[in-house]
């Protein structure tokens, strides 16, 4: 039944891609399992699922110890800077770096450990005061710093977290502004930065941010159904 969602969702990137002339290989689908028990993941990864997304640290962890090692963890939710260390060689890419502060203190326990990490830096394309995320505005200056200061992070891309809307439409140029931006980045070859990754999109809306340009999209709720945070 999971699996099941799965595919149908897979299916719908793949027709996405071939309305927006891309590759459907471009596009990789995370399953976001937040609040759900491990069987479920085992469900998916059965079928050969390896992107799994989680925004709380104590959760990814619980579940990195349990499940498989070959699991590509995403974590994907707000991180505090004193959580760091309990994940850096654990998550496959962090998506929320949203300040230099953040991006410090992942580089600190990267070098700790030897590795370097892999990081989207979230941007706030919809303004919207609840969310998390740095402005348009700000971005090139920050993935600059970061590209100047820091040796063991490495900027892959960009996330946004785009309002939740009852008509996707209203999320495309929310999508096509976080394309732009990637393009203003990789036009500027700033030293150590890639911006190929765009994470953008989640159950509501990524048919849309793939047609925009998306490369991972999120995925929760239409996967493994609505979330219980009673239980
Ligand atoms: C929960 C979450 C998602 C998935 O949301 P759905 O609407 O359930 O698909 C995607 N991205 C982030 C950052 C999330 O926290």
Redesign the pocket.
């Known amino acids: 039944m999971i699996y099941e969602n799965y595919k149908a969702i897979q299916e719908k990137i793949n027709a996405a891609c071939e309305r927006a002339g891309r590759n459907p290989e471009e596009v990789t689908l995370i399953a976001?399992s937040?609040t759900k028990p491990n069987a479920m993941i085992q469900e998916l990864y059965d079928q050969g699922v390896r992107d799994f997304?989680e925004?709380k640290v104590q959760e990814m962890t619980a579940k990195y110890d349990a499940l498989p090692k070959d699991i590509r963890w995403h974590l994907?939710?707000h991180l505090q800077r004193n959580k760091v260390k309990y994940i850096v060689d654990k998550a496959v890419l962090i998506?929320?770096v949203d300040s230099f502060r953040l991006a410090e203190a992942i580089n600190i326990e990267a070098r700790k450990r030897n590795i370097i990490a892999d990081i989207l830096i979230e941007v706030n394309v919809a303004q919207e005061e609840t969310k998390f995320g740095i402005t348009t505005d700000d971005v090139l200056f920050m993935i600059q710093e970061i590209s100047d200061k820091l040796t063991n992070v490495r900027v892959k891309g960009l996330m946004t977290?785009a309002p939740y809307v009852s008509d996707p439409e209203e999320n495309r140029e929310i999508f096509r502004e976080l394309k732009k931006l990637s393009i203003d980045i990789i036009d500027k070859n700033i030293n150590n930065v890639s911006c190929d990754i765009l994470s953008m999109g989640?159950?509501?809306d990524y048919e849309v941010a793939v047609e925009e340009g998306a490369t991972l999209v999120?995925?929760?709720?239409?996967?493994f159904g609505e979330?219980n945070y009673n239980v």
Request: hydrophobic share 30%; charged share 15%; no cysteine.
């Open positions: 976001v937040k997304g925004n994907i939710g998506h929320s977290i989640m159950s509501n999120r995925v929760g709720t239409s996967i979330r």
